[in-house]
C-alpha cells in the first residue's frame, strides 16, 4: 500500500512536490522514505517529540537525511491553534500535505494551507471503520476483507471524496501485524476479553489488539494480556486446568499454549501471556515460569555478561547506567531495537540460538542475563526423549532400535499391549519383539497428527526447519535382508539425499497469478494460492522402509503437512522418525492399521507403495470414507528390450542390476527382459558366467553380492514361481531353488523361451528371477507391442547404440520411467511414478509437492 500511495502521487500529479509529511512510528517513517525514492521533496516533518531520550523512527529517518524536523507535542491549545506552531509549519512552504488519519488533531488552517490541500492515507475501506483503530476493528469484527484508502480531507477532516481503494482477504489467523505488512500499523485500545461469546469473536478480539496494546483478561488475581491466538480444531490437547475470571469453562495449559473456551465451547489458543509488570512468558509455562531458581555465573560467564551490558548500553542511550533491574522497553527500546540486540549477540556468541521472542520473554537485564547463561549452557533445550531401545550388536557397533509406537512426540506401548516379532532374515531369528498397533494407536495418532497441523508455525514457517532437524533411526542396511553396501549408498544414502533436496522447497511453494478476461467489470486480480492438506497417512513397503518413508513423507512435511506412518507388518521396526514438532507419528503395524488409515475421517491424504489388489482396496475405501487424495505406487513387469547394436558389456551388466538389484526386491525391476534373436545365445551365456561369480551370503560382510530374501513367506512364494514357469514349459537354465542354508536365501534364478502366454511373463516376481524371452532381428514395432501388452506401466529400458532407435522406442514404451542404456537410475529431482495399473501420483521432484497440495484460488474485485 505504501507503493499505491507513492505511484498515486506521481500519477494524480505530473510534477514532483514539495510535500510537508504530518505523522509517526514505522509505518510514517516508511511512507518518508517511499515518497522521496518517487522523487518529491520533504520540506518538513511534522511528528511528536522524543520519547524517554528517543526520537520516533520517523524523526531519525528525517534528520538522518537533513530534513527540516518539527516535534510538536501539540497543534491546539483549548480548541485553538498555537500561532507559533502554525506559522513554523507555513514556513516550509508545503504544495500538499500528506497525513495519517488522525487528521482530526491537525487545525484546518493547516489542513487547508497547501496549494492542493492534503491527503489523508487509512488503513480501512471507507466508510467501514474509522479513527485510529480502524485495522483493529477489522478483526475484531471478524471482516472477510481488510483495506487502505487515501482520501481528501474536507471540513470533515476524514470525511473527504475517497481518491484511491484496494482490498485483500483477511486469512483466519491474520493479526494486526500480518494486515500491517499489506496496510498499516495503528494505535489500538486496550480492551477486556468477554468470554461471553463465540470463540471465533473471542480469538478476533485478541488478535485484533494484538500488540497494539493488547486485550487482557484476569488471571489468578491478576491482569494478563494476551498474545498471539489461533483457533483450534475439534481436538484439544491434554493440559492442566486454570480458571480465567468471567469464563463460564476453564482454560488449559498444554504443551503449545493456554487454551480458552468461547460461549459455543469451541476452543483457541493463545501464545503468550504479559504480566502488568511488562513481563511476557510462554502460556505454556504459565505453572512453571517462577519456579526456576537463580543461576551462578562463572567468571567466564560474567564477562560475557558485562559485553552485554555494553550492548543494552549502546542500545539505550539515554540511560545513565544499565543497572540489573533496568527493563529494556521501559528504557525506551523498540522493535527495531530488539533486531539489534539479538544480531550483535549472536555475532559475539556464535551459534547460540536466540530470537526476538526470548527479548520480549526477559525484559530486565538481569533477568535476560540468566536466560542467555542457560541457553549458553543449553539447559533451555527441549528434554531428552525417553526410549526404549531393542539393541543388537553387529558389524562391531551396537545397533538401537526403537520399537514401541511414536505417538504425540512420545514412544509409548500399543495401547492392548500386544508385541509382535521382527524376524533377521539373514538367519530367521528373532531381532526383537515390536508393538502391534490396534485402532486405537491409530486415532490418537491422527488426533495429535490433526493438533499439530493446527499450530500455525508449523504450517507457515517450520517446515525447513523440521525436515533437516528430523532424527531417523535406521537398522534398514542391517535387517531387511540388503546387503551393507547396498543399504549404506541406496537405502541410507538416497534417504538423506532427498530430505536435502525438499527441505529446499518449503521457501518455494508458490501460486500464479491468472489473468481473467470474462469477468465484467474487469478490473480483477485473481491468484493461486498453494496449500498444505491436512493430517497425511503413509503406508511403506518392507522392501525399501527407509527410503520409501523417505521418499513420501519428506515432500509431505515440506508442503506443509502432518503425518502418520505405518510400515510394513514384517519389517516394522525399521523407520522411525521423531521431531521436536510432534508432526510425525508412527504406528507399528498391527491388524487393522491400514484400514484404519483407509478409513479414518481426519485423514485428507494417503500415500501407498505396495501391491496393486491392496492398492485398490485403498483406493475404495479412501472414496467411500471421505474422499480422500491417494496416490498408489504399485505393481510392475517391466519390459526391457536389448537390441544387438547394444554395448554387450553394458546391456549384460546393466540386465542382471535390473533384475537383482536389491535381490529382485525392486518395484521397477525388469520382470521381462526382451533380446534380439542374434544376440540371445551370447547373452545368455555371459549371464550365467556373471551370476556363478555372485556372493550369496550375509548381507552385513561387505563382499556379499546376494542378501536374503525379507520374509519366509516370499521366499516360499519365489519357490512356487518358478515351479509354474517350468510347468509351464519355460527353460530354467540357472537357479530356482531356495539356497541350502540358514534364513531365507533364493538362488540367482534364469528362465528362457519364455512365451508371452506364460504365468511368469505376465506376473511380477518381486524376486531375483531373469526372465527372458527373443524377438526377432530388427522388429522394433513387434517387441514394442509384446513389452507394451501388460497392465502394469511403472519402468521400462531399451540397450541401443542407435539414438533415433532409442528416441523411438522409449516415446512409444507405456510406462512412467524409461531407462536408456542405464537402469534403476533413480534422482531425487526426478519425478517417479507409474501408469494404468502401476499406480498414480509421483514420488520425488517437483512433481511430488503437488500429491501433497491443494491450490486455491482467489479473485478480487478491486
Known sequence: MLLLLSCFLQNYYQNKLRLALIGQSLFGQEVYTNLRKQGHKVVGVFTVPDRDGKADPLAVAAEKDGTPVFKFPRWRVKGKPIPEVVEAYKAVGAELNVMPFCSQFIPMNVIDHPAHGSIIYHPS????????SAINW????GDKKAGFSIFWADDGLDTGPILLQRECPVEPNDTVDSLYNRFLFPEGIKA?????QPAEAIHNWIRGHDKVPGAWTVIDGQTVTLYGSSMLGSSVPAGQPLEIEGASQAGVVTKNGLVLYGSDSKAL????????????????????SGDTARVELTDDEKKIAEEIRDIWKGILSNVAAIEETTDFFKS?????????LVEEIKQKCAGLQLQNEDVYMATTFQDFIQMFVRRLRGEDQEEEMVIDYATKDVNN?????????????KFEDAENGKTADTINPADGSVICKVAYASVGDVDRAVAAAKEAFEVEAWRRSCRFISIYTTIIYFEDKDYSGAVYTLALKTHVGMSIQTFRYFAGWCDKIQGKTIPINQARPNRNLTFTKKEPLGVCAIVIPWNYPLMMLAWKSAACLAAGNTLVLKPAQVRTHTPAQVTTDSVIDFIPAGGMVGQRMSDHPDIRKLGFTGSTPIGKQIMKSCALSNLKKVSLELGGKSPLIIFSDCDMDKAVRMGMSSVFFNKGENCIAAGRLFVEESIHDEYI????????KM??????????????????????KLVEYCEVGVKEGATLVYGGKQVDRPGFFMEPTLFTDVEDHMFIAKEESFGPIMVVSKFKDGDIDGVLSRANDTEFGLASGVFTRDINKAMYVSERLDAGTVFVNTYNKTDVASPFGGFKQSGFGKDLGEDALNEYLRTKAVTVEY
Open 397 to 409: 557397533m551396537t545397533v538401537k532400535m526403537p520399537w514401541q509406537c511414536f505417538i504425540n512426540g
Open 695 to 716: 556372493k550369496v551370503g550375509d548381507p552385513l560382510h561387505r563382499s556379499t553380492d546376494h542378501g536374503p530374501q525379507n520374509h519366509k513367506a516370499h521366499m516360499d
Open 269 to 288: 489458543m493463545v501464545k503468550n501471556l504479559q504480566y502488568e509488570d511488562g513481563k511476557m512468558i510462554s502460556a505454556a509455562k504459565y505453572f512453571s
Open 192 to 196: 477486556m476479553v468477554n468470554f461471553a
Open 138 to 141: 477489522t478483526l475484531i469484527q
Open 332 to 340: 525506551g527500546a523498540a522493535s527495531m531495537d530488539v533486531v539489534r
Open 125 to 132: 475501506i471507507l466508510p467501514l471503520h474509522r479513527g485510529a
Open 685 to 692: 551365456r555371459r549371464v550365467v558366467e556373471e551370476i556363478k
